[in-house]
């Protein structure tokens, strides 16, 4: 991974400078994106929709198409935003950037939703293929199974579940990249740092899961199935259910099995999915939710690391997209096991009580063969240096927030507050065989190779780390409204650190005591429609990393700095922003030349680099009439270190995202197609030739993939869609990482079926 740092105490006088030529420079985008919020559909009251019970009820969303914003769909209050059933691309209020109820344009900073709808237009099973085409997001393949994901030139590190901090630092392990779908109403993301509501200051983005509520007072049921062109398959069913006959206690259940080939060889992904919540109004004022979850995934034949990146004459490997290095006897199989429990509490219209709570178990016992010697002789085939992997892991991880929010007047104005305190834990314990010394068997004729290696016969099992890592915190926020057009935003949060254990041999003993991040954001509204914003946010960052000598890296410390335009249409169904940035930071983790830590297996070794980043961010989603829909996203940052050379080259600095759908009723009724350009400009990293011992560029050329979809519906209960993924078929490389080679997936066709009842 390739960073950017600057060291938090220097003070930088060219910062405002730089921010008003930028400013400049950027006039002629946000006056494009300003115009193109105008173009919508005529204005609409947004309303919602509730029985006698104040309970959702959907029957009444399942109405005829509209060239007004569809309804929203309101669980127990505003801080509970429901985007299925909607039909929209936006939203009307989004918390995870300052915890206060504020829309996208009333919020200084830069905040993307990936609704209901955009997920099922776009056929997304997992966070991964959500990400994917979410604006200002880039996703790189490690290997096979797993993949990373960036914004703004860093690898983004910051989940949430629900608005509660779940740590994903063993994804390697867990799988959690690839959690499903089917039970999450929609993603929130927000871009820079994020310190005041999720107690990480990386600088990238920070993403939020929202689940599916029991927000229905009537029985309705979703049946699905899917195929692909390479042999994947899936069945989900979501049913709904009052449980009272006054529908003041409401259930859901949520089931999703996918069992699959893929397009490379001898490899097969697969997923379990179990889901149920209960919803309780246990007075007029006061909501009780509890639930479970378990995902299972499970895997054959699956990479770890990628492909050899040069042959034994030293030139660059090129392989076919389906080749696999992995033997067959290898799995990455994992367990996520999730409880969760929420009270919501209205003291009256303006005070309101939120405490959430949730315990996870993630547990995984992987099987893998690991190839470190990064050439392959292309007549012999032979590949030495394999290093067989097995490892018991288990993490469990408790979170407590607690959250009052409310408005009071003060200056004959109302104004917003929040204030709260939370609490999380994490356990990591890992335990690791033994296995024959590297290198042992090597692989005969590896460009024909069937994935035929005997697994080893594996030794004692030692405990390779226990580590506990601990968070508390009190966080507040609020929003002065000074004048009709300014409101100024002014938080902070104070968190104690602390992380203690050992981790192969090592002793872990880490803790940071009072740790402040303010935050600070002013909007202007220039007008009903459009609004100017800036912010500024503290970085603050533990890594766990560890450099040759096996010390850990010291946290992460910076500022982030934004400025930007958002616009919308009057009534919310189209919504624009552009968004200038600039990032400073120090010691964050960088590869070491990829070299290894001595006495710590294949744990690679990292240095702390210093540098900043700047950049713009354009995105325009919503209804751009009453027939299209559209997401537009393009970003492009300059990371450079110290020395001036650039820095970050393993992203793309330069992306655009584009996915429309167009209702055909009109011509073709009940018909809606749509489709989607993903571009990115060429990426490389720095790697070592292992013949000539130079070092040398490695890296992909500029990519565009196109997709297509289409969608039918039938009748009222059923419907049928189609995807096409990398409509032109284009061979690229998938990951930043060129020690090791991941291609991206081939053209896929994908088609479901749905039918509601």
């Known amino acids: 991974m390739f960073t950017v740092t600057q060291n938090i105490n220097r003070y930088k006088p060219s910062t405002l400078s730089w921010f008003v030529k930028q400013t400049m420079h950027l006039s002629a985008i946000a006056s494009l994106a300003v115009s193109s919020s105008m173009i919508h559909a005529e204005p609409s009251p947004l309303t919602t929709t509730t029985d006698d019970s104040g309970d959702i009820n959907r029957a009444n969303s399942e109405a005829e198409p509209s060239t007004t914003l569809p309804t929203i769909v309101v669980t127990a209050d505003i801080n509970k935003q429901v985007t299925e059933n909607t039909d929209s691309y936006t939203i009307p209020v989004a918390r995870s950037a300052t915890g206060l109820a504020l829309s996208a344009r009333e919020t200084p900073q830069a905040v993307s939703v990936v609704t209901h709808q955009q997920i099922k237009d776009q056929n997304s099973n997992n966070l991964t293929e959500v990400l994917k085409r979410a604006p200002a997001i880039q996703v790189g393949s490690i290997d096979g199974a797993r993949s990373g994901f960036s914004a703004r030139g860093f690898g983004i590190n910051g989940f949430q579940i ?54 229905s007072s009537v029985p309705a049921t979703e049946l699905s199935a899917d195929v692909d062109r390479y042999g994947h398959y899936g069945l989900s069913v979501d049913h709904s259910q009052p449980l009272s006959e006054s529908g003041a206690v409401r259930g859901r259940v949520v089931a999703n099995y996918q069992d699959s080939d893929t397009f490379i060889d ?76 929420d009270i919501d509490h209205d003291f009256n219209e303006n005070w309101n009580l939120t405490t959430n709570a949730s315990y996870n178990e993630s547990d995984s016992s992987p099987k893998l063969l690991y190839m470190y010697a990064s050439s392959v002789d292309p007549d012999a085939g032979l590949i030495y240096n394999l290093n067989p992997f097995h490892a018991d892991t288990e993490r469990k991880q408790v979170n407590v927030k607690t959250e009052l929010t409310g408005n009071f007047d003060a200056l004959g104005r109302t104004h917003q507050v929040i204030v709260g305190g939370s609490y999380k834990k994490s356990d990591l314990d890992t335990f690791t065989y033994t296995a024959p010394p590297d290198g042992l068997l090597p692989v005969s004729e590896f460009s024909d190779w069937d994935g035929s290696y005997p697994e080893p016969v594996w030794g004692d099992k030692t405990q390779s780390s226990d580590v506990t890592t601990k968070e508390k915190a009190i966080f507040a926020a609020t929003q002065l409204q000074l004048t009709d057009p300014l409101s100024l935003i002014l938080g902070s949060r104070v968190s104690d650190y602390e992380r203690s254990g050992f981790q192969y041999g090592t002793k872990v003993n880490t803790e940071s005591e009072r740790i402040w991040a303010p935050y600070a954001g002013i909007t202007y509204d220039i007008n009903d429609n459009h609004s100017l914003y800036s912010n500024y946010s503290a970085i603050f960052q533990p890594q766990s990393e560890r450099d040759i000598n096996g010390r850990y890296l010291d946290p992460i410390e910076g500022k982030n700095y934004e400025v930007g335009l958002k616009s919308e249409s009057d009534n919310g169904a189209l919504q624009s922003q552009v968004s200038i940035f600039r990032i400073e930071q120090n010691d964050l983790a960088q590869l070491d030349g990829g070299q290894t830590i001595p006495g710590a297996g294949l744990e690679k070794a990292y240095v702390g680099a210093d540098g900043t980043s700047q950049g713009v961010e354009v995105e325009v989603t919503g209804q751009l009439s009453d027939k299209l829909q559209a997401t537009i996203g393009y970003t492009h940052f300059n990371a450079k270190g110290k020395n001036g050379k650039a820095i970050n080259t393993g992203y793309a600095d330069t992306t655009l995202n584009l996915f429309a759908t167009y209702d055909m009723d009109d011509i073709i009724p009940n018909l809606t197609v749509g489709g989607g350009i993903d571009w990115s400009n060429g990426y490389y990293g720095i790697v070592t030739n292992p013949v000539t011992g130079r070092s040398e560029k490695y890296g992909q050329d500029d990519v565009t993939l196109a997709s297509i979809m289409a969608r039918y519906t039938v009748n009222e209960n059923l419907e049928a869609q ?30 479901r079926l749905t039918y509601r009842f």
């Open 162 to 215: 629900d608005g509660l901090d779940t740590d994903f630092v063993q994804q390697a392990a867990m799988g959690e990249y690839g959690i499903n779908t089917a039970m999450f109403d929609h993603v929130e993301i927000v871009r820079g740092a994020t310190g005041l509501m999720s107690g990480t200051g990386d600088p990238s983005a920070n993403v939020n899961l929202i689940r599916k509520r029991a927000d």
């Open 266 to 341: 001898r490899q097969e992904l697969g997923q379990n999915l179990l889901y149920a919540t209960v919803d309780a109004d246990v007075s007029d004022n006061t909501t009780v939710s509890i639930g479970a979850s378990r995902q299972h995934n499970k895997s054959k034949s699956t990479m770890w690391g990628g492909l050899p990146s040069y042959l034994s004459d030293g030139s660059k490997a090129e392989w076919d997209t389906s080749k696999n290095g992995s033997a067959n006897w290898t799995n990455w199989d994992a367990d996520n096991v999730y409880y969760f429990a």
């Open 722 to 751: 189609l995807n096409v993924n990398n409509l032109f078929n284009q061979k690229y490389l998938a990951g930043e990482n060129f020690f090791g080679l991941t291609y991206g997936e081939p053209i896929n066709v994908v088609g």
